[in-house]
């Protein structure tokens, strides 16, 4: 059987910073959101090309 | 026949063309437009799996390895789940959906997304590992904190499990299905207008500026 990718036989890791405190985990998913959200605004659409 | 007027106000309110169209506007051409789609496709995803789950039971998705797969897929629909409709609930957000008539549109969007939290939650507490008991004392703190939590027993699994697989599901089915109808009915929402083309559009520069 295969091992997992990531170890998580630990407590998880937190951000803290003055007020924030959140898994780290939580902080990737957050990010990545912000990067699909940013990248499906800038990337351009494929269109299909229309036979003359 | 009462028939013949739910036929008529049915096909009045959603024309064939308008129910199934095959073409869309010009400004659908964008990935921000996927994400709506990709919500349903990952529904169809934790719906399949979890009947899946449901059907062969706890014993079986916590000790086979295709039953822990199962539940893996359960687990990672979910994840994608709430990742592509928060993407779509910010698209809709920042190009403000609810204009032209599109009110209810957006408000069977936001109360989907709030019941597909509680379906989730329910989803945890329906483990039946140290995970789900651990979340149903954090939770039932919370809901007695808002004066609930009489209502939801969170630790009774019967009682979570039955929420989980029946009573959510058919809401957040029955409310999707409204959604996209009413998609349809009044078509998908058009982009803000750009303020350099309405600027050049009332004052094209160099022609008619003041001295």
Redesign the interface.
Known sequence: ?LGALFNLNHPAHYVNWHFFHMPVANVV?IV??IV??V???A?P?P?RSREP | MWTEWVRERAVRALPPEKLLPDRQPAYV????Y??GVATIAALIVVIGSGVILGLKGPAWWHVS?VGRFFNSIHLWGV?LLF?VM??HL??KFFMGAWRGGRGRTWVTGAVVFLVSIGTAFTGYLSQQNFDAQWIASEGKDGLNSVGIGAYFRVADFGQMYTFHVILLPIVVVALVAWHVLLVRRHGVVPPYPGKVATATKTAPRGEGSAP
């Open positions: 059987m998913v990545l959101m699909v959200f990248a499906a605004i990337l659409f269109t | 051409s964008s990935w921000i996927v994400f390895s994840e990742f928060v993407v910010w698209g």
